[in-house]
């Protein structure tokens, strides 16, 4: 019994052993897949540059999106904001109103769980770009409205200033 009670002993060592050897090999490898992942989205992040400043925008905007899939996972609304952006950009210069309206708002909801209220503001102003640009002049008002409250409460002077500038600018051209 005495032996029995040994060898289980030595048994669950063991295996404890094997588990936290395991543990050690996944954690280094999951390293390795994450530092092969960063270098992929920098690569990507540069093609897609490279296709913007190429005037390859619908490809410049697919390659931004494939950046934004590889920082799905890191919770960074910030960077996510500024990818989608990117998107957003790359479909305004694409003409593609449904996209660029569409990616406008992931940049408001990015910018929203920053819990910021001027980077929302700017969110707003973005959407009311997009909008004016495709001659939603409606629709640019009315995300221009909410920027100018925003700004108003939280006593952005500069904010209130583009926005009411954005909205000059919005009445000139309807």
């Known amino acids: 019994m005495i032996r029995n ?3 289980s002993i ?3 060592f063991s295996f404890i052993i094997f588990f936290l050897v395991s543990l050690f090999f996944l954690s280094v490898s999951s390293a390795k897949i994450k530092e092969e992942n960063i270098g992929d989205t920098e690569n990507l992040l540069k093609n897609a540059g490279l296709y913007f400043k190429n005037k390859n925008y619908k490809q410049s905007a697919l390659a931004y999106i494939e950046v934004l899939e590889a920082l799905r996972d890191t919770g960074d609304s910030g960077k996510m904001a500024d990818i989608c952006f990117k998107v957003t950009e790359s479909y305004i210069m694409y003409g593609d109103k449904d ?3 569409n990616y406008g708002n992931r940049v408001l909801a990015f910018k929203k769980q920053m819990g910021n209220k001027k980077e929302e503001a700017d969110g707003l102003i973005l959407l009311g770009n997009i909008y004016r640009h495709f001659d939603e002049y409606d629709e640019a008002f009315k995300r221009y409205d909410e920027a100018t409250k ?3 409460e939280t006593n952005d002077n500069t904010g209130l200033a583009r926005s009411l500038i ?5 009445y000139r051209l309807s």
């Not at 954005?166 to 919005?170: E, K, L």
């Open 5 to 7: 009670k040994s060898t």
């Open 166 to 170: 954005n909205t000059g600018d919005t």
């Open 150 to 152: 925003i700004e108003r």
């Open 99 to 101: 996209n660029s309206i």
């Open 10 to 12: 030595k048994l669950f």
